[in-house]
């Protein structure tokens, strides 16, 4: 996987941003939608993180 620069990896984090808080107003489904959000979420973070773990060295 190649590494995202920082300017795709806040627009990532935005993006999983705006998702949790539209589905915690419930302006998204209901249900199992926002437990996969805040699971995708932490994914995403994580690999971020192992990639600026690997990046640094």
Known sequence: MSPLTPEERDALQELLD???AATDRH???FGR???????LRDK???MINEGERERKG
Request: charged share 40%; with cysteine; glycine share 0%.
């Open 18 to 20: 705006d998702l949790i």
């Open 27 to 29: 302006e998204c489904w």
């Open 33 to 39: 939608v926002r437990e996969t959000s805040l699971e």
């Open 44 to 46: 995403i973070t994580e």
